[in-house]
């Protein structure tokens, strides 16, 4: 079992960045593929990007592509989300998501195939 804790979040002007964190618990954090997704207000859960086991792949969202950064760090078990040119739209709650039992060079882009869920940190992005 891991525990994920998201930080990083706040307000920021549209075209700022923020950068988020998700540390892990645990000593296997290495063989979690590890993913990032968003909920506004009134909308489904969605996915934002993926990274695989040891960082071999990586998956974005169109609408993050060029963007967004996902990377890890397995020394200090943590996953990270480099989020640049913000605009309005990438308002919402951000979570950190993570599974042991993906393939190792598998991305997971779906939100049901991820067993832990951290409680999410809020990205405010004004106009």
């Known amino acids: 079992q891991v525990q994920l804790v998201e930080s990083g979040g706040g307000l920021v002007q549209a075209g700022g960045s923020l950068r988020l964190s998700c540390a892990a618990s645990?000593?296997?954090?290495?063989?979690?593929?590890m993913g990032w997704f968003r909920q506004a207000p009134g909308k489904e859960r969605e996915f934002v990007a993926a990274i695989s086991k040891r960082g071999g792949r990586t998956s974005y969202a169109d609408s993050v592509k060029g963007r967004f950064t996902i990377s890890r760090d397995d020394a200090k078990n943590t996953v990270y989300l480099q989020m640049n040119m913000l605009k309005p739209e990438d308002t919402a709650v951000y979570y950190c998501a993570a599974d042991q039992r993906a393939g190792f060079l598998e991305v997971l882009t779906t939100r049901y195939r991820y067993e832990y869920w951290g409680q999410g940190t809020q990205v405010t992005v004004s106009s």
């Open positions: 645990g000593r296997t954090f290495s063989s979690y593929a």
